[in-house]
């Protein structure tokens, strides 16, 4: 089996790091594995736990934890880092709050060698440990949370725009130089799309499963999502043709429920009949989301689909021409094994 790199950027990820790097040491894979862990400027525990990984894997030959300094806290800076830190041919990407299914890394390393992919990745499971994470968790694995996306909601395998994480032949890292440092969301879709345009094959398996736990509370899930359509434009702008219409779908109902609210309140009550019907919609929709879900959780459902809703299409519409400009005008840094400089 060949060597692989696993790289995860880290901030802030106390609560679940130490559980993370244990999914992908007790990896069901016969090859050698090392982890790069780039360290953001946490205010937590995060640094320490890391140190104390790197002092557990000291004695393990085949598995060595190390760590490298990512002083901007932006995740992409983090990913280029560990991959410059890094020296094996396969790189696995993970996050520090995300767990490898334990066949997880040979069977990507399986997929890429039956596929010809470029890069491979399956499906992202989220999992919540109480009432309002299990709500978000039924939200992002439903159609009517996150549409067709195969990555959330499964599906055939087959060739993909796009998947989560991702197991990646180092050689089309280094061909489109790793990340651009400037999409601080959003970063894989664009870099999948770039090893689509030269040529490679994204590769979707359903096999693939890396349990992922969702934000602990509305504002942080409004946040999470505000920034994904706000980068998501960006790409748009960027990439001519990158954009379709299950993209477009939270940033159409943003603007149809805000001149249904105003109609309503200055014309007719007709207007109501807009935000009405969309939440009559949502609510219709969590009824399967939420099967085999306690009474409180299923309640959430529909908080978490409006807050995911409305926050992508806030951020999809506010996103500033600014951004695209920053994004065009910067260079992608090279990226080589080996080498340990940070971004």
């Known amino acids: 089996m060949p060597p692989v790199s696993v790289i995860m950027p880290v901030l802030n990820e106390e609560r679940y790091l130490r559980t993370s790097v244990r999914h992908i040491l007790e990896q069901e894979y016969d090859g050698e594995m090392e982890v790069v862990i780039a360290l953001g400027p946490s205010t937590d525990r995060t640094d320490e736990i890391a140190a104390e990984l790197v002092r557990e894997s000291a004695s393990d030959s085949r598995a060595r934890v190390k760590t490298v300094p990512n002083p901007t806290g932006r995740t992409p800076a983090a990913l280029n880092a560990a991959i410059k830190a890094s020296r094996h041919?396969?790189?696995?990407?993970?996050?520090?709050?995300?767990?490898?299914?334990?066949?997880?890394?040979?069977?990507?390393?399986?997929?890429?060698?039956?596929?010809?992919?470029?890069?491979?990745?399956?499906?992202m499971h989220a999992e919540g440990e109480n009432a309002w994470e299990d709500a978000v968790a039924a939200a992002m694995t439903s159609?009517?949370?996150?549409?067709?996306?195969?990555?959330?909601?499964?599906?055939q395998a087959g060739p993909a725009e796009t998947v989560y994480l991702g197991v990646f032949r180092r050689e089309a890292l280094e061909q489109q130089g790793g990340y651009n440092v400037e999409f601080i969301r959003a970063?894989?879709?664009?870099?999948?799309?770039?090893?689509?345009?030269?040529?490679?094959?994204?590769?979707?398996?359903?096999?693939?499963?890396?349990?992922?736990?969702?934000?602990?509370?509305?504002?942080?899930?409004?946040?999470?999502?505000?920034?994904?359509?706000?980068?998501?434009?960006?790409?748009?702008?960027?990439?001519?043709?990158?954009?379709?219409?299950?993209?477009?779908?939270?940033?159409?109902?943003?603007?149809?429920?805000?001149?249904?609210?105003?109609?309503?309140?200055?014309?007719?009550?007709?207007?109501?009949?807009?935000?009405?019907?969309?939440?009559?919609?949502?609510?219709?929709?969590?009824?399967?989301?939420?099967?085999?879900?306690?009474?409180?959780?299923?309640?959430?459902?529909?908080?978490?689909?409006?807050?995911?809703?409305?926050?992508?299409?806030?951020?999809?519409?506010?996103s500033p021409r600014s951004l695209a400009r920053k994004v065009i005008a910067s260079r992608r840094p090279a990226v080589r094994a080996g080498e340990t400089e940070t971004v």
């Open 89 to 123: 041919p396969i790189v696995v990407r993970v996050d520090g709050h995300g767990m490898l299914s334990p066949n997880y890394i040979s069977t990507a390393v399986r997929l890429l060698e039956e596929t010809g992919a470029q890069n491979v990745g399956g499906v």
């Open 143 to 155: 159609k009517i949370g996150v549409g067709n996306a195969a990555f959330h909601t499964g599906g």
């Open 187 to 318: 970063q894989d879709w664009e870099l999948n799309f770039r090893i689509r345009e030269a040529g490679g094959l994204i590769w979707f398996s359903p096999e693939l499963r890396v349990q992922y736990r969702p934000r602990p509370s509305v504002k942080a899930l409004a946040k999470q999502y505000k920034d994904y359509g706000r980068w998501r434009h960006v790409v748009a702008r960027y990439h001519q043709g990158s954009i379709n219409l299950r993209y477009l779908a939270p940033p159409v109902a943003v603007c149809a429920i805000a001149a249904g609210l105003v109609v309503g309140a200055v014309l007719t009550p007709l207007g109501f009949v807009i935000p009405a019907g969309y939440l009559a919609a949502i609510t219709a929709g969590s009824v399967p989301a939420g099967k085999g879900l306690p009474l409180k959780a299923r309640l959430q459902i529909p908080v978490a689909l409006a807050t995911m809703h409305m926050s992508w299409g806030y951020g999809f519409l506010t």
